[in-house]
């Protein structure tokens, strides 16, 4: 979830003035002098509670180790690598995300935690399932999250009769 907080946190370095650069070091120290430059602009652009979030979100970041601050740095690269398109629909999602309650949003950071412990071969069982899911008609889809819901109330015997029954219409096809 932080890599979404890199999402939105325009200026790391803003107040943070690099020393000099070698000459050999000319290009990345371009790099990242026009890297500042344009945190600098997207900072003073903020609204005085968006840079009071993004503050916290900085010291989110600094209380994470080496390696998860490494890790965070990886998948950055990799988002910033994707097309303008998936970047975007990134971005919709977890603004989407953010509007969720506290528990949902506590509720789908576990499920995706669970999902991560999973072998990978179940992982890609359950993107299928997923993706056959969002490939469903609204109403067909819509019933089917019902079905389910009332399948997750059941007891385990009443579940086996229910996947018992399902085998059998099955059969019939």
Known sequence: WLLFCLLALPALSHADPSPPAPA????????????????????????PEQREEMRGR???????SPGER??????????????????SRLRDHWSAFRKLPPAERALMRENFARFRQLPP????????????????PPGERARFLTNLGRFR???PAEREQARDRLRRLRERR
């Not at 050999?24 to 609204?47: H, L």
């Not at 071969?121 to 469903?136: D, I, P």
């Open 24 to 47: 050999e070091a000319a290009p990345a120290a371009d790099e990242a002098a026009a890297r500042r430059a344009r945190n600098a602009a997207r900072w003073a652009a903020m609204t």
């Open 153 to 155: 109330q059941m007891s």
């Open 58 to 64: 900085l010291e989110q970041l600094k209380a994470l």
């Open 121 to 136: 071969a179940r992982r890609a069982q359950v993107r299928a399932l997923y993706r056959r899911l969002l490939a469903l």
């Open 70 to 87: 490494q890790a965070l740095r990886d998948r950055w690269t990799r988002f910033e690598k994707l097309p303008p398109s998936e970047q």
